[in-house]
């Protein structure tokens, strides 16, 4: 069955730091991957997502993500965060034909200090 | 554009009410997404329609739960009867096809009394 596996559950990091996001799957066939970010009180946003190609893919606010197909992985990264990037941040995998059926990992909280 | 829109934004009722949650499309998008997002069970896909077909509704929880089309640029999600374990946020969701992204609206919080 399709799955997907956000480790961990919250992760602090300092203004300007860098910032890795962990996201496993799993899933038979070559995935659709994609990262939401959703903020308190509001829907979700895309940020990135993968379909083929290029496993180094470039989403909004400065966030990238690498599929790596060994690891079954789709781990998000930032090089340096800023404070409004704080938020909920989903890791998700399209199932079903057309890869309409979106699975969606249980999130990480990404928590801001100064 | 104003993006997806959903309405009311909060409800709450008492169990054994009928709910009926609306959402309407960005112009122009051919699907339509309903999830569901609760701390136990994280987000959930309750129903995919595409050209105002239903394709998938196997995350419907059950029988008291039912999605409609009336036209190709609104939705509406009912429960009937609802019950408290109903309470969560609803989000709807449109794109342009079922691998295009899916743009989400802002949620209706429900609780049930």
């Known amino acids: 069955a399709q799955s997907v596996t956000q480790p961990d559950i919250h992760i602090t990091v300092s203004e300007g730091a860098s910032l890795e996001l962990r996201c496993n799957y799993s899933y038979g066939a070559t995935p659709y991957l994609f990262w939401y970010v959703q903020s308190p009180g509001q829907g979700l946003q895309l940020l990135l997502k993968y379909f083929s190609g290029d496993t180094l893919v470039q989403g909004i606010k400065g966030f990238e993500a690498e599929f790596k197909r060994s690891q079954s992985s789709f781990n998000l990264r930032k090089p340096s965060v800023h404070w409004s990037d704080a938020a909920e941040y989903f890791c998700?995998?399209?199932?079903?034909?057309?890869?309409?059926?979106?699975?969606f990992g249980a999130g990480t909280r990404l928590f801001v200090k100064a | 554009d104003a993006g997806v829109i959903q309405s009311p934004r909060h409800e709450v009722t008492e169990m054994g009410q009928e709910v009926t949650l609306r959402c309407k499309l960005i112009s122009g998008h051919n699907s339509l997404f309903w999830y569901r997002q609760t701390m136990m069970r994280g987000l959930e896909l309750l129903i995919y329609f595409n050209n105002n077909v239903p394709i998938d509704d196997s995350g419907m929880p059950e029988d008291r739960f039912s999605a409609k089309m009336p036209n190709a640029s609104f939705s509406t999600l009912k429960i009937q009867p609802s019950e408290p374990r109903d309470s969560a946020v609803y989000f709807c969701?449109?794109?342009?096809?079922?691998?295009?992204?899916?743009?989400f609206g802002p949620g209706t919080r429900l609780l049930v009394l």
């Open positions: 998700a995998v399209g199932a079903g034909a057309g890869g309409f059926k979106t699975i």
């Open positions: 969701a449109s794109s342009l096809g079922a691998q295009e992204t899916q743009y």
